[in-house]
């Protein structure tokens, strides 16, 4: 695992062209195993003594302190998929046009196609499919009766996209993704997912230089000790895990991060309403418990 200044040094060889981006990668990656953390590494305890505070900045407690971090680095899977977007977004905003062809070759390739049921008088959308009365199908715009509705095919939907995008066929989530997912999808959301694609294709090498830039800055943050406080092990644990820090005002309970003070130090009248919405909560998670129900 490399330390912090090594990992300093490697970002600004990749930001530089000094080093290729597959090899960065790899320096990066070809000490870590698994169930290994950084904090367990020389360079981290050497650098953390220097830095922790002798008591909590929370509620000022001396036993078993540690570093908290605010902000964790995140998968680097994360950070592609984020500059891939941008890239995405960039296909479209410069009004990039996916070849016809090519596009319904990708949506027939790539997903299922489950056509929506449409009146053979008006072709209104949907029609009432009746169970115990004939004819089956009574539509609701024009009131015809049908047994059989029609459907429109793949390639007529895509030639309303190419005329008209706000059309309301081509709104419908009629695609099935084939992938073990089966996510639906319309139209725009599929052209979006293959401009996508083909930003990832056409950019390869500078999304992932870009990505991995910016995953090494994250990392390099948590290494830096930059968004860190020194806290005990009790304070650490209601922040890490809770979401939660000790009131400022009575410095006794906890709070949500999000609220101003504890239920405690709330004024009376709203005190009382907060005390009782716990309780309901609280009696209704007891319920579902005993019912079984998730």
């Known amino acids: 695992m490399m330390t912090y200044s090594e990992l300093i040094e490697l970002r600004q060889k990749l930001a530089n062209g000094e080093i290729a981006l597959e090899l960065s990668r790899d320096l990066f990656w070809k000490d870590h195993k ?30 078993t302190l540690t570093l908290q971090h605010h902000s964790h680095p995140r998968k680097y899977a994360d950070y592609e998929r984020d500059v891939t977007k941008k890239y995405a977004q960039s296909l479209i905003e410069s009004n990039s046009v996916i070849n016809k062809t090519e ?26 499919r009746r169970m115990r009365k004939t004819p089956q199908y009574l539509c609701t715009k024009c009131k015809h009766e049908f047994n059989e509705p029609v ?30 997912w089966n996510n639906q999808y319309n139209l725009w959301q599929i052209r979006s997912w293959m ?9 390869i090498a500078s999304i992932g230089k870009e990505a991995f830039l910016l995953y090494l800055d994250d990392n390099i943050k948590y290494l830096s000790f ?5 806290a005990c092990k009790k304070c650490a644990f209601n922040l890490d895990l809770n979401n939660l820090e000790l009131c400022p005002k009575c410095k006794e309970y906890y709070k949500g991060i999000e609220y101003p003070t504890c239920i405690q130090c709330l004024p009376e009248g709203k005190r ?17 418990e005993s019912l079984g129900i998730d």
């Open 272 to 288: 009382k309403m907060a005390l009782a919405k716990v309780e309901f909560g609280k009696g209704m998670r007891d319920m579902h």
């Open 103 to 128: 596009f319904s070759e990708y949506v027939q390739k790539t997903y299922e196609y489950e056509p929506v049921p449409l009146c053979p008088n008006c072709e209104g959308r949907k029609p009432n």
């Open 195 to 203: 401009l996508r694609e083909m930003a990832k294709t056409k950019d």
């Open 226 to 230: 930059e968004d860190t406080i020194t």
């Open 34 to 63: 698994e169930g290994k953390r950084s904090w367990q590494t020389k360079d981290w305890k050497e650098r953390r003594a220097k830095v922790i505070k002798d008591k909590c900045e929370v509620c000022g407690s001396k036993e």
């Open 151 to 180: 459907y429109k095919v793949v390639n007529e939907l895509i030639e309303s996209l190419y005329e008209n995008e706000e059309a309301i066929e081509v709104q419908d989530k009629c695609f099935v993704s084939k992938d073990q």
